[in-house]
């Protein structure tokens, strides 16, 4: 196969996979909104796929949750805490 040929293969299923990973990565926050107490499963899942836009939704809807809680999750202030960290 023509090296062109391959570089545009490989064009095509990074954008293929970048579009896969960003539909699992909607299910599991569509997940995760729904409900009352989101899977930590579900959670460490998304943040293991997300693309950073959706990493930012993700963050800033679990920040809501922080917020409107008068006794908030430890647990997930932790999570918080963590994510926030490792963007710098």
């Given at each position: 196969m023509p090296r062109a040929d391959v570089r545009a293969l490989r064009a095509l299923t990074n954008a293929m996979?970048?579009?896969l990973q960003a539909a699992y990565a909607e299910?599991?926050?569509s997940q995760i909104r729904g409900s009352v107490y989101p899977s930590t499963t579900h959670m460490d899942?998304?943040?293991a796929?997300?693309?950073p836009r959706q990493m930012?939704?993700?963050l800033a809807h679990l920040m809501e949750r922080i917020e409107s809680e008068p006794h908030p999750s430890i647990p997930m202030m932790k999570r918080?805490?963590?994510i926030v960290m490792s963007l710098g």
């Amino acid at each position: 196969m023509p090296r062109a040929d391959v570089r545009a293969l490989r064009a095509l299923t990074n954008a293929m996979a970048n579009e896969l990973q960003a539909a699992y990565a909607e299910v599991l926050l569509s997940q995760i909104r729904g409900s009352v107490y989101p899977s930590t499963t579900h959670m460490d899942m998304f943040e293991a796929v997300a693309p950073p836009r959706q990493m930012g939704m993700y963050l800033a809807h679990l920040m809501e949750r922080i917020e409107s809680e008068p006794h908030p999750s430890i647990p997930m202030m932790k999570r918080v805490e963590r994510i926030v960290m490792s963007l710098g």
